[in-house]
């Protein structure tokens, strides 16, 4: 019995397992399947509008338009008169800054709001690599910016008789103080309707905050500047965190005795409680030809989206009971694509055909709107990888606030007619005071529906379930590959071992040469990390122009890379190593692969659509990457049709060619140039968008990687 169990334990091979046995075969096959996986995970991408459901609301707490709006015509006449009045001071030499805010503040306390005014100063976004992780806003006032420079917000405040004060509700409407618009004042008109029937109401239950932002310094900054001294102790009276440095205004003190005396004009930060949700409510300078139109504004910085649920209910609310046409942004230029609609076309046959065999069946859509998500998708997928936020809304998701921003498009001439103003007035402060009711019944934040999500119409979206499908199928031929060529690799290696008698040389060389080629990627990728602080310096430089600035900035790229590698990496360190054995491509291409792969799924959990459209330019490019010479060599059809694909995805590749070949097709190849790829840097590291890091840290790195394996000495 021993000797059997001996003979079974030396003479049988131990099983493997499935999972073992599975990826033995993918990597045996790796072409095929990396061929499969990314058409799969392109085809999955362009299936994603007819994969997208309808929206639907998670939470049942929130009972959108379960209640008769009470609010009347005598709230749109307060208004009005609102309206009018600042209309009326722009004319006047009164009708500054400090008139028109007195105005509001005036308002306001007449309601029996508690109302304070908020100081600020303009910040300078200069990027600097130590202040990258934090709010675009987060820093103090810069030493060269006057103290005279200042806006001032008016916050107002009502008391929720059946609250207990720990939680509220934010309305924002950006107002230039400076200059009366027309469309700012009736949004300031929407939202004082809404403020003053909250006002009266019994069954308010969190506390209302009304923040009228000074936007002659930018909305978002007005906002941003609030929020910060919102959420940080201030000790001083109409202070901000900038007060040991700039004096406060005299006028501002005038401004505040002056309304004190009639009423509660409050000196001090005033504060309510936790906000559950913040809406931005806005009334665009354009106008619609066919009939008035909301528009929903979700995106904040680095791809932030907020609870589904709120976009749900402002959907909801006003396509069933104020009768708007809603919309979210879309890329325009996609929906003249002829191949997007013949696709489009293509599936509303396939969905046909599938509801023939079987009613149950529901595959596909209509190509008109098919070819309308599509450009929706586009578009959210491009202002989520932005990472900049579309609208002031972005200021409230940094501190885990769900926000939207709100902008009313009126019918054409809606504002010039009296009678079709006020309609318009009732409903969006309908709308408004409909959303604050349902989120006023909520016991706790929004939590049920979905925070990842990309949207292909205002009433359809597809959940991180399915889009990260896509993403997976694209990205799975980059281990497959990368292990691949390892085995390859050990297995020329054996047969060299077998064929040559053993050195303690080439054993060393041959256990090392992995560390080279890791060596040198990580060369490349530090390099990288010091191409993303370059701009730092570059910005110190007085009077450079955008052009001048990228030309400084490839001009030293270029010079810190010869100078790391000739330090780092120059080939005398492996004066020693055979020519055969002295980095060779594959090593190198399976370590790029998996820097890639790496990167892109460290990415994809920061910022899934940066990811994604990284992934559609980096994968085809480190697949494809082999040496040109033995290509050219060859002369044959294959090898020539992949030296020109190789050559033509490294050119694609590298990010200043992609931004101008990207602008040019989607906005026209009118004006655009090399500085205005500076600019858009410029505006990511203005927003710490994580994007900035992407490009620089992981896509730069790697398409040099591809690079120097096109042009190595095979």
């Known amino acids: 019995m021993a000797e059997c169990g001996s003979e079974t334990a030396t003479g049988a091979k131990p099983k493997r397992k499935p999972i073992v046995w599975l990826g033995i075969f993918l990597i045996s096959h790796s072409f095929l399947f990396s061929v499969v996986f990314s058409a799969a995970g392109v085809v999955a991408l362009l299936l994603l509008p007819v994969l997208a459901k309808n929206t639907y609301i998670s939470e049942n707490a929130l009972m959108p338009g379960s209640v008769a709006s009470m609010l009347s015509n005598q709230e749109v006449a307060e208004a009005n008169r609102l309206v009018n009045d600042l209309t009326n001071s722009n004319s006047k030499t009164l009708g500054s800054a400090i008139g028109s805010q007195r105005i509001i503040a005036q308002h306001m306390s007449n309601l029996g ?39 001032v917000n008016t916050v107002g405040i009502i008391r929720a008789p059946r609250g207990d004060g720990k939680e509220a509700i934010v309305l924002v409407t950006p107002f230039n103080s400076a200059k009366v618009n027309p469309n700012e004042a009736f949004s300031l008109g929407i939202a004082y309707s809404v403020f003053s029937l909250l006002n009266r109401v019994p069954w308010l239950a969190k506390d209302v905050i009304w923040l009228v932002a000074d936007s ?21 009276g109409l202070g901000t965190l900038d007060a040991e440095m700039c004096p406060e205004s005299n006028n501002l003190y005038e401004m505040n005795e002056n309304l004190s005396t009639e009423r509660a004009i409050y000196d001090g930060f005033k504060r309510a409680g936790t ?45 069933h009971r104020q009768g708007l046409r809603v919309k979210v942004e879309k890329l325009w230029s996609l929906l003249g694509l002829k191949w997007l609609k013949t696709l489009g076309e293509i599936l509303e046959s396939l969905g046909h055909f599938a509801r023939s065999l079987n009613p149950n069946w529901k595959f596909g859509i209509p ?64 709308l408004i005071e409909g959303v604050i009711r349902s989120v006023n019944n909520l016991l706790e934040k929004f939590h049920q529906s979905f925070f990842l999500y990309l949207l292909t119409s205002p009433a359809k979206f597809v959940s991180v379930g399915v889009y990260m499908i896509a993403f997976a199928l694209l990205v799975a031929p980059l281990p497959l590959v990368a292990a691949s060529l390892y085995v ?39 390099w990288g990390s010091v191409v993303s602080l370059l701009p730092y310096f570059i910005c110190q430089i007085p009077s450079c122009t955008p052009t001048t600035s990228f030309a400084i900035w490839v001009s030293l790229s270029v010079l810190s890379l010869v100078v790391m590698y000739m330090v780092l990496a120059s080939p005398s360190s492996h004066a020693n190593e055979s020519q055969p054995q002295r980095e060779e491509w594959p090593i190198l291409k399976s370590v790029t692969l998996s820097a890639a792969f790496t990167g892109l799924c460290l990415m994809s959990v920061i910022n899934f659509a940066t990811a994604e459209i990284g992934g559609l330019l980096m994968v085809p490019m480190c697949l494809m990457a082999h040496p040109l010479k033995p290509d050219v ?82």
């Open 275 to 319: 906000m559950a949700a913040a809406l931005v409510i806005k009334v665009a300078d354009r106008s619609e030809h066919f009939e008035d139109s909301l528009g929903i504004y979700a995106e904040a910085s680095n791809g932030q989206m907020p609870n589904l649920d709120l976009i749900n209910v402002v959907n909801y609310l006003a396509v």
């Open 488 to 526: 390859n690799s050990s297995n020329s290696d054996s047969s060299v071992k077998k064929g040559k008698p053993a050195s303690s040389a080439i054993v060393t060389l041959e256990s090392w040469k992995w560390l080279y080629a890791t060596k040198k990627a990580f060369i490349v990728h530090l």
């Open 367 to 430: 190509a008109a709107d098919y070819v309308e998500g599509s450009a929706t998708l586009a578009s959210s997928l491009y202002n989520q990888a932005l990472g900049i936020p579309t609208g002031p809304h972005g200021a409230f998701r940094d501190y885990q606030v769900d926000a939207i921003t709100l902008e009313i498009f009126p019918q054409f001439s809606s504002l010039e007619n009296i009678a079709r103003r006020n309609d318009l007035l009732l409903r969006s402060a309908r």
């Open 113 to 151: 709001a508690e109302v304070s005014f908020h100081k600020f100063h303009p910040q300078l976004n200069q990027f600097h690599p130590l202040h990258f992780f934090s709010s675009p806003d987060s820093g103090r006032v810069e030493q060269n910016i006057s103290c005279a420079l200042h806006g």
């Open 633 to 714: 060599k060859a002369r044959s059809i294959r090898t020539l049709s992949r030296a020109v694909c190789n050559l033509i995805l490294g050119f694609i590749g590298f990010p200043p060619v992609a931004f101008i070949v990207l602008k040019a097709k989607f906005e026209g190849s009118g004006s655009t140039n090399v500085g205005d790829f500076w600019s858009w840097v410029e505006s990511l590291w203005a927003w710490n968008s994580a994007t900035y890091l992407y490009i620089g840290m992981v896509h730069l790195p790697c398409w040099a990687l591809c690079i120097h394996i096109l042009f190595h000495r095979s």
């Open 216 to 236: 002659q310094f930018g909305e978002y900054a007005a906002v941003c500047a609030w929020l910060r001294d919102y959420h940080t102790p201030v000790f001083s």
